[in-house]
């Protein structure tokens, strides 16, 4: 079950700040004011920033960064804490959230303000633990594959600005083993890019050990946000191919199917919070309809993809308020194709409730037809 929640409020005060100019100029900020308030929240706690435990995993490893897990890379997966976890800097990404590779540390600060902007400089790190690999060899077809973006809906790397996969050898000594560049100043700054797809090979003996890691870093100007790198979808087993086409390499015996977007919410206009007085004087405040963006990463499986909107009042009450099934795609096969979005619209309309000084609502979007996609707990 692939789920994701979106949460509403009702008899909120809404803030508007009106915007006034002649066009729109895309300028990095100095910080993370997201990082930076959940840093200062662990220090008026008396915590410290996120250090994970070493934990040896076995294969598949696989993190799509779509299961809730807030802002820091999950330890049950990764070691450090320096990418930025988040559903809204990446452009029509694999699946929802991904790993975000800029220039400031774990706390959203810059790593040095006062550093040269025009040369890229040691920035982020995002290590995996480590997995256990020995007694493979080259036979196993032990292959990794992600995904990257430079840019997205953030700030461009230049071509100083690069991203490194590395893998640790059993000498235990960090070998670059991929790379690429940012984006040179000839490109139109308008210019947004997709997501590409890497696929490597494991069949070298010096990684075919216990404890293997691998570590994606990049290069920024460390004096703000700078220069982004979105990563998602980094997929680690065994008995894969290449299959001869890199952009639809096989994923074992089952299939994934991701929501690539969160929804919007089920309010009219987007909106996310309402007052009462509104709510209760429209006809309607519910959306006409709402998106569904999904994709199958398989490049071959073809299923019936059933899915879910729930709507719940969670505080002060924990009160269903709808449950729709959506009809089903009966034969929803390899992305991208023409079922992969969907405008639904609600064929019923949500219970009552009783407002109080402020109510929260849940709405929650769920793949649920485990028997023909999502048959492989990783991707649940």
Known sequence: MLRITVLLGILLIIQTTFLMAQGLVPVPLESNHELLRQAEQAREGGRSPQVCPIDTLSLPF?????DGQGIYPRCSHWLDNQAYINADLAYKPPSVGVATLEGLDWDGAPYNDGASTSIGSPADTLTSQPIRLGGKTAADGI?????????????RPEEQDSLFLDFKDSSGNWQVVWSIAGLPSSISILAVFDFEQVYLALDDPRYLYDGFQFRFRNYAAITGNNDHWHLDYIFLDEN????????HPTYGSSADVAFTQSPVTPLRDSLTAMPWRHFNALANPWAPAVVLENFNHNHSQVATLDRRISLAEIAPNNTPL???????????????????????TLLNSPATFQATEKTTLETTFQIINPSGFQTNPIYE
């Open 143 to 155: 292959f990794l594959s992600y995904y990257y973006q430079p840019q997205g809906l953030s700030d």
């Open 240 to 247: 894969r191919t290449n299959n001869a086409d890199v952009n």
């Open 322 to 344: 709808l449950t729709e099934n959506i009809p089903a795609v009966g034969a929803y096969g390899p992305s991208p194709n023409v079922d992969d979005s969907l405008s639904y």
């Open 62 to 66: 696989f993190e799509d960064f779509s």
